[in-house]
């Protein structure tokens, strides 16, 4: 089916040097974290580079000459909270996750590596009842409001109402899931809530509206996720997370193709997100720019940012140091093997391209 359209052209040195084969003799059982669920506790997810590898089987093509090799992939409802517990207990690998979760993980010393950002420059929506007055993000004021906590909205909202002068005590945040604000907005039972796409679908039903998104006027809001290796896996399995890697530079590459932008949608489809409110989330994206899994000095200048947004508004209790989080050798090495040194472009810290 789709897998034989990404045959692309492989180097033979650099990769073969990060990544020797694996012995059947060692078998290993490799674990993938997603912080998220699809409807209906469906598999698969949406909306980054992660749910497009995952669900075109790019990482099981890589390794499927290497039976040692098995991996098992866990979708997490409790969303990037759940995934930091998993770590915790040494229950993850590789994992995906936003840029708040993340955060407090390396605050509360969970140690992992950056190695490619997964989805970047997404925007936190605002929804209300579908009949609601509220228009701007100042009349939240004195409002109650969901939110999960813990999680890359959490962090893309306070900066959302820093941005028009609020803050955390001039409303009511109330601590509920995606399904449950969802819920909570339908039945009027909050007056608006943070979040992400799901509003749209509901907002398509005649339910909410969705009155605001940050990419309107707050950029500093965007949203980051990356793919991250526990540094005991990577320090044990280097040959491994080296074709891991590739594998998702894989599902990088194809998901920034402008010509897949349908089969794209369908893909992230088995998500159960209708392919209505997945067209919508990406009108007028640049599917190259969102897709971009570089870890250049725009990448780098978020973490840092956000990492001291979250000790600014109080959601870690600690400064942590982002410069020694990234772990770029396995990235360039399969944008290299696969011929890709030209298609991304970086940009500075300002989200300028870098001649």
Do not use: C
């Not at 084969?21 to 699809?38: D, E, F, K, N, W």
């Not at 955060?103 to 140690?111: C, E, H, K, P, Q």
């Not at 950056?114 to 701007?136: D, K, N, W």
Request: charged share 20%; aromatic share 8%; hydrophobic share 40%.
């Amino acid at each position: 089916m789709h897998r034989r359209n990404f045959s692309l052209a492989l180097g033979a040195l650099s990769l073969a040097t990060l990544a020797p084969s694996v012995s059947a003799q060692t078998p290993v059982v490799v674990r993938l974290g997603y912080s998220g669920i699809g409807a209906d506790n469906r598999q698969f997810a949406q909306g980054n580079t992660w749910a497009t590898t995952h669900a075109l089987g790019l990482v099981e093509e890589e390794f499927k000459n290497d039976p040692g090799v098995k991996f098992e992939w866990y979708f997490f409802r409790g969303a990037g909270p759940a995934v930091n517990e998993a770590l915790a207990n040494k229950q993850l690998d590789f994992y995906s996750q936003g840029d708040l979760p993340s955060i407090i993980g390396r605050a509360s010393n969970l140690r992992s590596k950056i190695l490619l950002v997964g989805g970047t420059r997404r925007p936190v929506y605002l929804a209300v009842p579908a009949q609601s007055s509220i228009q701007r993000i100042a009349e939240l004021r004195g409002k109650k409001v969901a939110l999960q906590l813990g999680t890359n909205n959490h962090l893309a909202a306070a900066t959302v109402l820093k941005a028009h002068g609020l803050g955390s005590k001039d409303l009511t945040l109330v601590n509920l899931d995606s399904a449950s604000a969802n819920a909570a907005l339908a039945s009027n039972e909050v007056d608006a809530a943070f979040g992400d796409v799901s509003f749209l679908l509901l907002q398509a039903q005649g339910l909410v509206r969705v009155a605001y998104q940050s990419n309107q006027d707050t950029p500093a809001a965007a949203r980051v996720g990356s793919t991250f290796v526990s540094e005991a896996f990577e320090s044990q399995h280097p040959e491994i997370v080296a074709r891991v890697v590739k594998a998702f530079t894989r599902g990088a590459h194809w998901s920034s193709v402008e010509a897949n932008r349908d089969e794209l949608i369908k893909v992230w489809g088995k998500s159960g997100t209708p392919d209505s409110v997945l067209r919508a989330d990406l009108d007028g994206v640049d599917l190259k720019l969102r897709h971009s899994p570089l870890l250049d000095e725009y990448t780098r200048n978020l973490y840092r940012t956000k990492a001291a947004q979250a000790r600014e508004f109080g959601l870690i209790r600690r400064d942590i140091e982002v410069n020694d989080w990234f772990e770029p050798k396995y990235l360039n090495a399969a944008i290299r093997e696969l011929k890709l040194e030209s298609f991304w472009t970086p940009h500075n810290a300002g989200d300028k391209p870098v001649a």
